[in-house]
């Protein structure tokens, strides 16, 4: 019994803010109340807690669907992702039958410095991630800059799919694309994207950027 009314009392004091010290003292000066009541103070602690500490200012937490999907801005059937495809291809495309998706071709990835000739082997990767760019100051754009930054075409790039999971959110710091040859021009590509859109690192982050840039750059 002692125990679980000392775990109760840690607990409400760690949290608890000074306009709350009263919840603690409940506890202590009622140690010989039935510890399902107890219990069922401490839920009321805890929302009490939740509620005194949670920012009806905080973002959202991350949502992939907070950046749009893939437009048809053209409105001829083929949305972002094949018209990416039909642009960066370097042979002829084969469409499917009703001419909406890019399906067979030739692509280089610049991420691996490997070619492909099925679409269903590529991913459209965001140069500068989405969930990265959340972090680091995305969560407080409008929907209309959200949607801007999704489609920038200069953030877009057809790569292997292995590739693009292995990078996931990842900034230069963490990944970088296993073609050596190409990761000076990632590196100062992601880093002119940050710039244009204003998206903030920190300190730690940019010098380990700039450490790789220097390495590959020279």
Not at 119 to 142: F, Q, T
Not at 151 to 166: G, H, I, P, T, W
Not at 167 to 176: F, H, I, R, V
């Amino acid at each position: 019994m002692e125990l679980r009314i000392f775990s109760v009392i840690f607990c409400c004091n760690k949290a608890a803010s000074s306009e709350n010290r009263e919840i603690s003292s409940f506890f202590i000066k009622n140690k010989g109340l039935p510890v399902t009541l107890l219990v069922a103070v401490l839920s009321l602690c805890t929302f009490f807690i939740h509620v005194q500490t949670s920012s009806p200012t905080s973002p959202a937490e991350y949502d992939r669907a907070l950046f749009g999907s893939w437009p048809d801005i053209d409105r001829d059937c083929q949305n972002l992702r094949h018209e990416i495809l039909l642009e960066r291809a370097i042979d002829i495309v084969e469409l499917s039958h009703d001419g909406c998706r890019a399906v067979s071709g030739k692509w280089l990835d610049p991420y691996t410095g490997n070619t492909f000739t099925r679409s269903s082997e590529l991913d459209i990767d965001h140069l500068v991630p989405l969930k990265y760019s959340w972090d680091r100051g995305a969560s407080s754009w409008n929907a209309e800059k959200r949607m801007l930054f999704s489609n920038d075409l200069k953030n877009l790039f057809a790569v292997q799919q292995s590739a693009n999971r292995e990078k996931g959110a990842s900034g230069p710091a963490e990944w970088l694309p296993p073609n050596v040859e190409y990761r000076c021009q990632y590196i100062q590509d992601f880093q002119t994207i940050i710039d244009v859109y204003g998206l903030e690192q920190t300190e730690d982050e940019k010098h380990l950027i700039e450490g790789e840039e220097n390495r590959y750059c020279q």
